[in-house]
């Protein structure tokens, strides 16, 4: 189990497989250095980083699924607690942000479909909703996309979001969180900020 949440009546996690760039994002959206690495599973235990004036702050959590080194049994408990810590919080969180490698996610995802599994990012998708927080999908790593609008395309559809991927903009952010490239997913949670009454937060992603 996760332990010592701060405890912050307002709360953005961001969710996602090992090694897409949690934390290069987290980086990106506080200005605070956190260790990311080459390697899935860096992250073993939540990131947070907070305003206690605002009762507000980011989380970045354990990445899930492949990572090297790591037997299935521990990577199975990382997602449970990641999953526990969102059913826990879900009153204080105002969105969730499942980050993707927009390189390699439909791939994945249809690998894992072909076996008859549900992919972890379409899992941790549905999830959110079902638990009532609004999740936002953040596409990582469009460095190395060339065909992005397709690509976008493609991740709408397996999630479920009828394309093309703009009718989602409020949901769906390309990013490149490497190159400091976080425009559009700092226009979603404004969006989300601002649905919740919370306009007092946007200084946080602008
Ligand atoms: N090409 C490219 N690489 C990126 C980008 N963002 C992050 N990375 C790289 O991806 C690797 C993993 O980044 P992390 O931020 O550690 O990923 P994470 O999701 O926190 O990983 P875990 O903590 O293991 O779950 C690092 O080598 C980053 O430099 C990006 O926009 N483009
Ligand atoms: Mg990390």
């Given at each position: 189990?996760?332990?010592?949440?701060?405890d912050?009546?307002?709360?953005v996690?961001?969710?996602?497989?090992?090694?897409?760039?949690?934390?290069?994002?987290?980086r990106?959206?506080?200005?605070?250095?956190f260790s990311?690495g080459?390697?899935?599973?860096?992250?073993?235990?939540?990131n947070?980083?907070d305003w206690?004036s605002?009762?507000?702050m980011?989380?970045?959590?354990?990445?899930?699924?492949?990572?090297?080194?790591v037997?299935?049994d521990?990577r199975?408990?990382?997602?449970?607690d990641?999953?526990?810590y969102?059913?826990d919080?879900?009153?204080?969180?105002?969105?969730?942000v499942v980050?993707?490698?927009?390189?390699?996610?439909?791939?994945?995802?249809d690998?894992?479909?072909?076996r008859?599994?549900?992919?972890?990012?379409?899992?941790?998708f549905?999830?959110?909703?079902?638990v009532?927080?609004?999740?936002?999908?953040?596409?990582?790593?469009t460095?190395?996309?060339?065909?992005?609008?397709?690509?976008?395309d493609?991740i709408?559809?397996r999630?479920?979001?009828?394309?093309p991927?703009?009718?989602?903009?409020?949901?769906?952010?390309?990013i490149c969180?490497?190159?400091?490239?976080i425009?559009?997913?700092?226009?979603?949670?404004?969006?989300?900020f601002h649905?919740h009454?919370r306009d007092?937060?946007?200084?946080?992603?602008?």
């Amino acid at each position: 189990m996760f332990e010592d949440r701060p405890d912050r009546d307002a709360e953005v996690v961001l969710v996602g497989r090992s090694n897409v760039g949690k934390s290069t994002v987290m980086r990106e959206l506080t200005g605070h250095d956190f260790s990311t690495g080459g390697k899935p599973g860096v992250t073993r235990q939540p990131n947070h980083y907070d305003w206690v004036s605002e009762s507000f702050m980011f989380t970045d959590l354990p990445g899930f699924g492949f990572m090297s080194g790591v037997e299935s049994d521990r990577r199975e408990e990382i997602k449970t607690d990641v999953i526990r810590y969102v059913e826990d919080n879900a009153d204080r969180i105002l969105t969730g942000v499942v980050v993707l490698d927009g390189k390699s996610a439909v791939d994945i995802i249809d690998r894992h479909t072909e076996r008859g599994n549900v992919p972890h990012d379409v899992e941790m998708f549905g999830f959110l909703e079902e638990v009532g927080v609004d999740p936002i999908v953040a596409v990582n790593k469009t460095d190395k996309i060339d065909d992005l609008d397709e690509r976008l395309d493609d991740i709408c559809d397996r999630l479920g979001l009828f394309p093309p991927w703009q009718q989602w903009s409020d949901t769906v952010a390309p990013i490149c969180a490497k190159r400091g490239d976080i425009g559009a997913l700092e226009d979603c949670l404004s969006e989300r900020f601002h649905a919740h009454n919370r306009d007092d937060l946007l200084k946080f992603v602008s």
